[in-house]
């Protein structure tokens, strides 16, 4: 079993920035890959960022590439989300996931459903 716990969520103003952090613990060897997902009130989950264990790959959704910057410290089990310049429609509970398989196929990043384990969300809060 693989826990997560996100932390560095709040409230920012239009233009700021925030780093999010996930800490893994448990089985964390079988971790093949770890994401970060958000969701709006009314909305579906969607993926924001993910990347590899080995070897780092990152992948992006397009509308936070060049604004957002997810990162991992192996020897520390955990995985950040840079977040600048954030706008309004960025506010949303952010979830880290962790992955067990290690995909050649990159859009399976992108998928609720590539995901083993979740964590408990934080929330961003972005005002104009």
């Known amino acids: 079993q693989v826990q997560l716990v996100e932390s560095g969520g709040g409230l920012v103003q239009a233009g700021g920035s925030l780093r999010l952090s996930c800490a893994a613990s448990?089985?964390?060897?079988?971790?093949?890959?770890m994401g970060w997902f958000r969701q709006a009130p009314g909305q579906e989950r969607e993926f924001v960022a993910a990347?590899?264990?080995?070897?780092?790959?990152?992948y992006y959704t397009d509308s936070v590439k060049g604004r957002f910057t997810i990162s991992r410290d192996n020897a520390k089990n955990t995985v950040y989300l840079q977040m600048n310049s954030l706008k309004p429609e960025d506010t949303a509970v952010y979830y880290c996931?962790?992955?067990?398989?290690?995909?050649?196929?990159?859009?399976?990043?992108?998928?609720?459903?590539?995901?083993?384990?979740w964590g408990q969300g934080t929330q961003v809060t972005v005002s104009s």
């Open positions: 448990g089985r964390t060897f079988s971790i093949a890959a």
């Open positions: 990347i590899k264990r080995l070897g780092g790959s990152t």
């Open positions: 996931a962790a992955s067990g398989t290690d995909s050649s196929n990159t859009y399976n990043y992108q998928l609720t459903r590539s995901y083993d384990t």
